[in-house]
């Protein structure tokens, strides 16, 4: 079995900066596709980046210029570095990670997710 731990959510006023982590651990050998979803109130859940294991990266349109997402895939972690933060930004974020257990299979998981909240 394998588990996603995030960090780093929290309270941040309109115009400041949050970094999100996302560590996984358990049986498993490597991820390949690594993401941040989030999903506000009232709203569906929404891809806001995702990154490949050969460094390939896509951003919602919405979060392009102002967000960045990063791997280390030593430490099987993604990261989310989040800028200039607006209040429409205010969600519960999930990292995702397509992991490849010991046993050879392939597997989808999901962290328990972390509040970011953008407001003066």
């Not at 989030?38 to 460094?55: C, F, N, Y």
Request: hydrophobic share 30%; net charge positive; proline share 2%.
């Amino acid at each position: 079995q394998v588990q996603l731990v995030e960090s780093g959510g929290g309270l941040v006023q309109p115009g400041g900066s949050l970094r999100l982590s996302c560590a996984a651990s358990g049986s498993m050998l490597t991820s390949n596709r690594m993401g941040w979803y989030r999903q506000a109130p009232g709203k569906t859940r929404e891809l806001v980046a995702q990154i490949m294991s050969d460094g390939w990266t896509n951003y919602a349109g919405s979060v392009k210029g102002r967000f960045t997402i990063s791997r280390d895939n030593a430490k099987h972690t993604v990261h989310l570095q989040m800028n200039s933060l607006k209040p429409e930004d205010t969600a519960v974020y999930y990292c995702y990670q397509q992991v490849r257990e010991t046993s050879g299979r392939w597997e989808d998981y999901w962290g328990q997710g972390t509040r970011v909240t953008v407001s003066s």
